[in-house]
């Protein structure tokens, strides 16, 4: 449901989430799904309660004013875990406050974008944000997203040190040939944790000598169970050769 919030909705979010007499409630995951109005107030608030799971869905993929409206404030939550950002354009100033909130965030795990658009300069500043991170990250999630160049290369570059990763969702996207060469370096990576790889949904499928790549570097690897390559227009010599696995 869209809500616009005025003063008396950010009254009601804060009593309810932090409870009363400042009692604070454990709360799940909390959505904010094309939310309007005082959204920036509501978040703050939502930074200072105990939430495991935030889910920001944009009104529209258009750009914030200022990084003040963003909704990165969520990040100074150090009882969250996991995030996932919807319908929002990532530019420079975004992805260097995004590094700024995360670096010394110590139970986050879980980062997720869902039909983004990434401009050429927030790569480098959003790569730097996922390196940065201390702790690792288990799930990474780019899905769906508007991508100029190859970012997606650089993400996983950023992540490449990483032991905790077990989880990759590059679905939806059109990658290119940096990115299948950086996700067989991961997989061929001492410290390769994976366990699930979702390369499904390619813009124009998956090429046979891409297929071929991966089946033979997986071939070598014991870490991953799960490979999701729905929709890739693989043909027969594809199947039997991802049958070997």
């Known amino acids: 449901v869209?809500?616009?919030f005025d003063q008396s909705l950010v009254k009601a979010v804060q009593e309810l989430l932090l409870g009363s007499k400042g009692r604070k409630q454990i709360w799940d995951r909390v959505y904010f799904h094309r939310c309007q109005g005082l959204v920036n107030q509501v978040i703050r608030i939502v930074a200072n309660a105990n939430v495991d799971q935030f889910y920001f869905v944009g009104d529209t993929v258009l750009p914030y004013p200022t990084t003040e409206d963003c909704p990165f404030h969520i990040l100074s939550n150090p009882t969250?875990?996991?995030v996932w950002f919807e319908n929002i354009v990532w530019t420079k100033e975004m992805g260097a406050l995004m590094a700024q909130s995360i670096s010394c965030h110590s139970s986050l795990d879980c980062f997720s974008l869902c039909r983004a658009t990434l401009e050429a300069d927030a790569v480098v500043p959003l790569a730097i944000a996922l390196a940065s991170h201390r702790h690792g990250w288990k799930t990474f999630r780019l899905s769906h997203c508007h991508l100029e160049?190859?970012?997606l290369s650089c993400f996983l570059m950023a992540?490449?040190?990483g032991t905790n990763l077990s989880r990759i969702f590059v679905d939806g996207n059109q990658c290119r040939?940096?990115?299948w060469t950086a996700l067989t370096l991961l997989l061929q990576h001492e410290n390769c944790s994976l366990e699930t790889i979702d390369m499904s949904n390619q813009d124009h499928g998956l090429r046979t000598e891409i297929v071929s790549r991966m089946t033979r570097v997986l071939q070598k690897n014991t870490t991953v169970k799960t490979l999701k390559l729905q929709n890739n227009n693989l043909n027969d010599a594809d199947l039997e050769t991802i049958s070997t696995l």
């Open 80 to 82: 969250l875990c996991q």
């Open 177 to 179: 040939e940096k990115s």
């Open 149 to 151: 160049d190859d970012p």
């Open 2 to 4: 869209r809500v616009t």
């Open 159 to 161: 992540l490449l040190h």
